[in-house]
C-alpha cells in the first residue's frame, strides 16, 4: 500500500478555503492548523482556561460505563484513565451511528483522530486522548440507515435498514428488532464475494448485531472492534450517564439563550461579508437546543414568552426548562451548533477533527464560543481517502484514464477509446452513404414531381424510411462491433463506479466491509499507522 496526493475541490468552498487559502478565512478560527506550533499554542490556551467545566471524574465514569458496554479494548480503557490527569488533553470528532460504521469517511475521521492524538502527545509530552463522538442523539434515521455495495453485476446496490416505525426520536433510543438486523445482513452476505475473510467478517457481524438494540450499539462495538486496539475512545452525545454530567452547561445555553442566539447571527454575517455561503440558515429566535417530549425529540424556537417547538404543540418557560438541566438534562439535547460549546465543556479539547460541511459549519461558532469564555480549538481536517485496488490500477494504465479523466470527463474518454479501436470507420462510412443516397434520391423527387405533384410527397416518405432503415442498420453494426469490446466497457466501467460512485468520491459512498472482505485489515492498520498529514489533499491509497 502506498499513498499519493491528489487535488479534489471541495464542494464546500469556505473549507476548500481553510485548507488551500487561510488567510481568506482566518479570522473565522483561533488557530491555524499548518502552524506546527499551534499544538503549543492550544495547550497553555487550556491551562489558563477559566471557562466553565464538567466534573472530570463524572465524565470519567459514563465514558467508562459506555466504552466497557460496547467491549472496547483495554488500550481504549486505559486511555479514559489517563483524562484523570489534569494535564490530559482530548482530540475529538464524531459522525452519526451508520449502519455497519456508515460510509467510509467515518473510517478516515477515526483514523485522523488517531493520528492527531499520536503525534499531539509526542509533541507536548503529555496525554491526548482520541474521542469519537458518536452523535446518537441525532433523529434522521433515514440519513444512517444504509449503505451502498457495488455488486458483481456491476450495480450499486442499497441495503436499507427498514424502520418500524417514524417517531423523531435520537438514533440512540430507536430499538432495532433481530429480524430487522437479519434482514441487512443477510442482503451484505449475498453481495460480497465469496473470500478467505468472508466467514470471519460476516460471523462477527451477526455476533455484535445480535446483542445491539440500537444503531449507536452496533455502531459503538464496530468502531470498538475496528480501533478499541489503537485507544480509540468512544462517547454516545444521547448516553444519559454523560448528559447527566451536562446540566450545567445547558444551564448556561438556556439563561443565555439570546446572547447565544446573537453571536450565531454575527458569526453568519461574518461568513458572508467574507463572501461564503453560511453552511446553516441562522435567524433570531433560534434556540439551538432539543427537548424530548416523551419519545419525539423536538427542536426549540425562543418566544418573548418561553420555548416553544414549531407546530406550537409543546411550551415550555425559561424557568421550566432550567429545572429540567437541573433534574433532568437527558431531556435536553444540542444542535449542530451547540453541540460545539458541549464538547468543549466536557473536555479540554485541544483539536476536533472535522469534514468539510462541519468546517463550514464551526465557522459559525467562534463568536458563541468567545461569549462563553472559549476559544475556537484547532480544527483538523479529517483525512479523504479513495482506494484503488490493483485491478483498477491496471484499467487506467490500460486505457489511460486519470483521477480527473474519471471525475469530469468519463463518458468522452470511454467514447474517445471506442472510436480509436473503430479500424472499419463505420460511423464515417454509415454518413457517406447517407449522405450520397439523399443526394442522388433527391433530384428523382423533382422528376416524379413533375409527372404528378402528389408523388413527390410520396416519394420524400419513402426517402425517410429508407434513411430510417440504413440508421437501424447502423445501430444493429455498432451494436455487433461494441459487443467486441464488451470486457473492456466493462472494466472502464468498473473504474468509474468503483471511484466515482453516483459521481460522488467513494469514500462518501460505499462501506468498509467489501473492502474488509476483499484484503483483510491490514491495509487499515497500516492507514492509522502513518502520521498525520497537513497538506490538506486528498489521498489515493494504492493496494
Known amino acids: 500500500m502506498h499513498l499519493t496526493s491528489y487535488h479534489l475541490p471541495e464542494n464546500q468552498?469556505?473549507?476548500?478555503?481553510?485548507?488551500?487559502?487561510?488567510?481568506?478565512?482566518?479570522?473565522?478560527?483561533?488557530?491555524?492548523?499548518?502552524?506546527?506550533?499551534?499544538?503549543?499554542?492550544?495547550?497553555?490556551?487550556?491551562?489558563?482556561?477559566?471557562?466553565?467545566?464538567a466534573s472530570r471524574s463524572g465524565v470519567i465514569q459514563a465514558l467508562v460505563s459506555f466504552n466497557r458496554r460496547m467491549g472496547n479494548a483495554p488500550q481504549a480503557l486505559a486511555n479514559i484513565e489517563?483524562?484523570?490527569?489534569?494535564?490530559?488533553?482530548?482530540?475529538?470528532?464524531?459522525?452519526?451511528?451508520?449502519?455497519?460504521?456508515?460510509?467510509?469517511?467515518?473510517?478516515?475521521?477515526?483514523i485522523t483522530l488517531l493520528q492527531a492524538a499520536r503525534e499531539a502527545s509526542e509533541q507536548l509530552r503529555r496525554p491526548v486522548i482520541p474521542v469519537f463522538w458518536i452523535a446518537g442523539e441525532d433523529h434522521d434515521f433515514d440519513e444512517v440507515n444504509h449503505i451502498y455495495t457495488l455488486t458483481p453485476?456491476?450495480?450499486?446496490?442499497?441495503?436499507?435498514?427498514?424502520?418500524?416505525?417514524?417517531?423523531?426520536?435520537?438514533?440512540?433510543?430507536?430499538?432495532?428488532?433481530?429480524?430487522?438486523?437479519?434482514?441487512?445482513?443477510?442482503?451484505?452476505?449475498?453481495?460480497?464475494?465469496?473470500?478467505?475473510?468472508?466467514?470471519?467478517?460476516?460471523?462477527?457481524?451477526?455476533?455484535?448485531?445480535?446483542?445491539?438494540?440500537?444503531?449507536?450499539?452496533?455502531?459503538?462495538?464496530?468502531?470498538?472492534?475496528?480501533?478499541?486496539?489503537?485507544?480509540?475512545?468512544?462517547?454516545?452525545?444521547?448516553?444519559?450517564?454523560?448528559?447527566?454530567?451536562?446540566?450545567?452547561?445547558?444551564?448556561?445555553?438556556?439563561?443565555?439563550?439570546g446572547r447565544l442566539n446573537q453571536s450565531l447571527i454575527e458569526g453568519r454575517k461574518a461568513v458572508e461579508r467574507l463572501g461564503f455561503e453560511p453552511q446553516s440558515e441562522i435567524k433570531e429566535g433560534q434556540a439551538n437546543l432539543f427537548v424530548f417530549a416523551g419519545e419525539e425529540r423536538l427542536l426549540l424556537h425562543r418566544t418573548p414568552e418561553g420555548f416553544t417547538d414549531k407546530r406550537e404543540a409543546h411550551f415550555f418557560t425559561a424557568q421550566q426548562l432550567l429545572e429540567l438541566a437541573d433534574r433532568e438534562p437527558q431531556r435536553l439535547s444540542n444542535n449542530v451548533m451547540t453541540r460545539p460549546l458541549m464538547q468543549e465543556f466536557l473536555f479540554p479539547v485541544l483539536g476536533t477533527v472535522l469534514g468539510p460541511g462541519e468546517i463550514a459549519y464551526w465557522a459559525l461558532t467562534r463568536e458563541a464560543f468567545h461569549h462563553f469564555g472559549m476559544k475556537v480549538p484547532i480544527v483538523i481536517p479529517r483525512m479523504e481517502v479513495t482506494l484503488i485496488e490493483g485491478t483498477l490500477q491496471k484499467h487506467m494504465n490500460k486505457f489511460e484514464l486519470s483521477l480527473d479523466d474519471i471525475r469530469l470527463r468519463f463518458d468522452e474518454k470511454k467514447e474517445e477509446w471506442l472510436s480509436a479501436q473503430d479500424t472499419l470507420q463505420l460511423k464515417e462510412r454509415f454518413a457517406e452513404v447517407k449522405t450520397g443516397f439523399a443526394d442522388r434520391y433527391r433530384p428523382l423527387l423533382e422528376v416524379v414531381a413533375s409527372i404528378?405533384?402528389?408523388?413527390?410527397?410520396?416519394?420524400?416518405?419513402?426517402?425517410?424510411?429508407?434513411?430510417?432503415?440504413?440508421?437501424?442498420?447502423?445501430?444493429?453494426?455498432?451494436?455487433?462491433?461494441?459487443?467486441?469490446?464488451?470486457?473492456?466497457?466493462?472494466?472502464?466501467?468498473?473504474?468509474?463506479?468503483?471511484?466515482?460512485?453516483?459521481?460522488?468520491?467513494?469514500?462518501?459512498?460505499?462501506?468498509?466491509?467489501?473492502?474488509?472482505?476483499?484484503?483483510?485489515?491490514?491495509?487499515?492498520?497500516?492507514?492509522?499507522?502513518?502520521?498525520?498529514?497537513?497538506?490538506?489533499?486528498?489521498?489515493?491509497?494504492?493496494?
Open 153 to 257: 453485476g456491476m450495480e450499486i446496490e442499497r441495503i436499507r435498514l427498514e424502520a418500524r416505525h417514524n417517531v423523531r426520536t435520537s438514533v440512540s433510543r430507536r430499538k432495532i428488532a433481530p429480524e430487522e438486523w437479519e434482514a441487512v445482513l443477510t442482503q451484505l452476505e449475498a453481495g460480497l464475494m465469496d473470500t478467505e475473510f468472508k466467514p470471519g467478517l460476516m460471523a462477527k457481524l451477526r455476533e455484535i448485531t445480535a446483542c445491539s438494540a440500537t444503531l449507536v450499539e452496533c455502531f459503538g462495538r464496530l468502531m470498538a472492534w475496528l480501533f478499541g486496539e489503537q485507544g480509540l475512545v468512544l462517547l454516545d452525545s444521547d448516553d444519559p450517564e454523560l448528559r447527566a454530567q451536562e446540566g450545567p452547561m445547558f444551564r448556561l445555553l438556556i439563561e443565555e439563550n
Open 82 to 110: 489517563k483524562l484523570a490527569d489534569d494535564r490530559a488533553l482530548v482530540v475529538s470528532g464524531g459522525q452519526q451511528a451508520g449502519l455497519f460504521t456508515g460510509q467510509l469517511l467515518v473510517i478516515y475521521k477515526a
Open 13 to 53: 468552498a469556505l473549507s476548500e478555503a481553510y485548507l488551500r487559502n487561510f488567510a481568506a478565512v482566518s479570522e473565522r478560527f483561533d488557530y491555524d492548523y499548518q502552524q506546527s506550533a499551534c499544538w503549543r499554542e492550544r495547550a497553555d490556551s487550556l491551562d489558563r482556561s477559566a471557562q466553565p467545566r
Open 452 to 543: 404528378n405533384p402528389g408523388l413527390k410527397k410520396l416519394g420524400e416518405t419513402n426517402l425517410l424510411k429508407i434513411l430510417e432503415q440504413i440508421d437501424f442498420l447502423e445501430a444493429r453494426s455498432t451494436d455487433a462491433f461494441q459487443s467486441k469490446f464488451e470486457a473492456a466497457i466493462r472494466q472502464m466501467d468498473r473504474v468509474r463506479l468503483s471511484l466515482f460512485p453516483m459521481g460522488r468520491p467513494q469514500e462518501r459512498v460505499y462501506n468498509i466491509f467489501a473492502y474488509l472482505n476483499k484484503y483483510g485489515d491490514s491495509w487499515l492498520k497500516e492507514l492509522a499507522g502513518a502520521p498525520l498529514n497537513r497538506d490538506g489533499y486528498h489521498k489515493l491509497c494504492y493496494f
